[in-house]
């Protein structure tokens, strides 16, 4: 038996999540032993699961702490294949500090024991990720940040998480007499990214000419970027500017690795209606910006100022924002504006007043429209905003918190650095008219157990923590139709309250028999539940299932990470960066003759020759629309929810309908994809 060593602070639920991607038929380790490391008794969940038949004869349960080395003898650690540390994701503010020192002690223990066991850790607070990684730590997803990044991303993209969902997990795929859209999704949903080297044939072609060969000869799998040697990083659809260089390694989406191996034994490269230019010594080719534009100092003239290329082999981290006054707006891949002083206090001229009498007086201004709402409070709301402020968005849109405790001065004081970013003091569930719910483009609604610390309660129970988000999402569901919404959750199962109706797939299902495909389908039931499917729901599954595919599938954080227009420094090599965005088809794919029967490999054409996008996905519906889809149509019809899904690398036959909408990679976000 190969030993993987889990520990850390979790529920029954975490780890069944942990353990259902990691015991997954498709990553072979079915046999192998895991070892379940907990400081404290197991109650009646996690003994359910432990003795149930995803556990059972293959993890052994050990009470202790990973801080004692005898513990860690027990544990086996010194033979461990891997580690990983899990947390508790459902912690109010005040005790996240606590419990990541834990984890830093826990993963420092387990290094002093272990030098070369990979390390994977969850830690809550981003601050805390750069201590990991000194410590020992092998690879660090945090799960604050995560959540907004993502939940911020949907704002511009609807459905992004669900996307990134199905990505970087593993799920079964469906096959039977099912309805149309289920069997899409879950083929969809089995799509995964694997990396694998560029071979030396394909060595000095531009990335868009190879990207248009590939899948032409290889429909089922898709080539969405590379992993730059050079760069040491990640670039989704790099363009056509960039030249697969010696030692860049291929990313890969495709349904099975046999079908992502297929691309990589091309043994000719095959002449494309783009031009390719071959490279006898190939070269990063990158536009580098003006002097002027990287002068740290104001006084200083463009040649003796020093440039920010030395950024480029730093992460960027928060911390960066403490140091505005030394650093050029342009420094960054965000939209920074200062406001003045009597801007702030005009928008809190009611704080004092506020803190005596509990009573809300100001208003977000009459004429705003189209903006965010954010229904809760995180204290690391920067990574929300940070997001929604990218340069790579063709919009800004306004975003409104709504919280019902003043937050403190060291966070509201970010604020002086973005532009219509508002906090209104108020009750979550009445505040509709105050911040103009009605004219609202999304809302989102954050956990209770982050926006305030009075509403944290007990985790065993799974409705415990998620009742207060669905009742608000059944209140806006009902009183604001058409407008969408997201939900954070902190149990997947729990979705199932904010579908509008059964899937019609569950009574095709035949009474008093147990059919071929109904095993599968009971798999996957939580991820097709129609508030799943249409990137209504956020879970906090997803970043469980995460740290386990660090384990199979490294690539996938990275993937993960820039798909969303997540901060960065705005060095040179930022050019290259694709994100995803949703945009409806466009008009001239639709204006030329025939558009009724086209299929996805012409669009997928259409969308790279015509206009250098990636094309990876659809967000399709069951239901039809008059006109053709956009953001402005509303999502609902009557009492009947539109069941919207997403259909990730559809296949190359598949007919395109005028409503579809296509999710892409993009350096800047398509004006199709912008509303005015």
């Not at 007499?177 to 089995?190: C, F, R, T």
């Not at 609604?445 to 009075?454: C, D, E, G, L, S």
């Amino acid at each position: 038996y190969q030993r993987r060593v889990h520990g850390g602070v979790f529920d029954h639920r975490s780890l069944h999540s942990f353990l259902s991607e990691f015991f997954h038929p498709s990553h072979g380790f079915t046999d192998c032993e895991v070892c379940i490391l907990g400081k404290e008794v197991p109650d009646k969940n996690l003994r359910l699961l432990l003795e149930g038949k995803l556990a059972t004869h293959r993890s052994t349960y050990l009470q202790g702490t990973p801080i004692d080395v005898a513990d860690l003898q027990r544990a086996q650690v010194g033979h461990a294949k891997a580690v990983f540390i899990l947390t508790d994701k459902t912690l109010p503010d005040g005790q996240k500090q606590k419990v990541d020192a834990e984890g830093i002690l826990v993963t420092l223990s387990i290094r002093q024991y272990n030098r070369t066991v990979p390390i994977f850790v969850q830690v809550l607070l981003s601050r805390n990720k750069p201590v990991l990684y000194d410590v020992g730590a092998s690879r660090v997803i945090c799960i604050d940040e995560m959540r907004l990044q993502l939940l911020a991303g949907s704002c511009y993209c609807p459905g992004l998480h669900t996307f990134i969902t199905n990505l970087v997990s593993t799920k079964t795929r469906l096959e039977g007499e099912l309805e149309e859209w289920l069997v899409e999704y879950s083929h969809g949903a089995s799509c995964n990214v694997y990396e694998f080297p560029f071979r030396f044939n394909l060595v000095g072609h531009n990335f868009r000419a190879l990207c248009d060969m590939l899948y032409r000869f290889h429909p089922n799998a898709l080539l969405i970027g590379v992993r730059s040697r050079h760069f040491c990083r990640v670039f989704l659809n790099p363009g056509e500017n960039y030249v697969i260089g010696d030692g860049d390694t291929m990313l890969v989406m495709a349904h099975t690795e046999e079908m992502a191996k297929a691309v990589c034994v091309v043994d000719s490269f095959a002449t494309t209606d783009t031009d390719d230019n071959i490279i006898t010594n190939p070269q990063l080719s990158m536009e580098r910006p003006l002097a002027e534009e990287w002068d740290l100092h104001t006084n200083s003239s463009a040649s003796a100022g020093p440039n920010l290329d030395r950024f480029s082999k730093f992460q960027f981290d928060n911390k960066a924002l403490q140091r505005l006054d030394y650093l050029p707006a342009t420094a960054f891949t965000f939209k920074l504006k200062r406001k003045t002083f009597l801007q702030i206090v005009a928008a809190f001229r009611k704080t004092d007043h506020l803190k005596r009498s509990k009573m809300l007086e100001f208003r977000v201004p009459i004429t705003i429209h189209n903006h965010i709402v954010v229904l809760g409070w995180a204290s690391n709301y920067v990574d929300f905003v940070l997001v929604l402020r990218s340069r790579a968005l063709g919009r800004h849109r306004p975003i409104v918190f709504v919280t019902p405790n003043l937050p403190p001065d060291d966070q509201l004081q970010l604020l002086f650095n973005f532009e219509s970013v508002y906090v209104v003091i108020s009750e979550v569930d009445r505040c509709f008219q105050k911040v103009a719910l009605d004219r609202a483009e999304r809302i989102v609604v954050m956990p209770t157990y982050q926006a305030a610390n009075y509403f944290h309660t007990s985790h065993k129970d799974p409705l415990s923590t998620d009742y207060r988000m669905l009742l608000l999402g059944l209140k806006l569901r009902t009183w604001f139709r058409n407008i969408p919404f997201v939900v954070a959750l902190a149990h997947l199962q729990n979705a199932r309250f904010l579908s509008a109706s059964l899937m019609d797939s569950r009574r095709r299902l035949v009474e008093g028999k147990r059919t071929d495909f109904q095993k599968d389908f009971e798999a996957i039931q939580d991820y097709a539940l129609p508030a799943n499917v249409n990137g209504q729901v956020y879970s906090e599954a997803l970043v469980d299932q995460l740290l386990c595919m660090l384990f199979y599938n490294r690539c996938s954080s990275d993937v993960a990470q820039q798909l969303v227009c997540a901060p960065d420094f705005h060095t040179p090599e930022v050019s290259h960066q694709s994100h995803l965005f949703l945009i409806p088809l466009p008009p001239e794919f639709l204006r030329s003759s025939h558009c009724h029967c086209r299929t996805f490999k012409e669009l997928f054409l259409f969308l790279l020759r015509c206009k250098g996008y990636v094309a990876l996905a659809l967000m399709r519906n069951q239901g039809s629309r008059p006109e053709q889809a956009s953001f402005s149509a509303p999502r609902h019809t009557g009492d009947a929810l539109i069941h919207e899904y997403v259909c990730s690398l559809p296949k190359a036959s598949t007919v395109i309908k005028p409503t579809d909408l296509v999710y892409v990679l993009a350096h800047q976000e398509p004006s199709e994809g912008t509303r005015d």
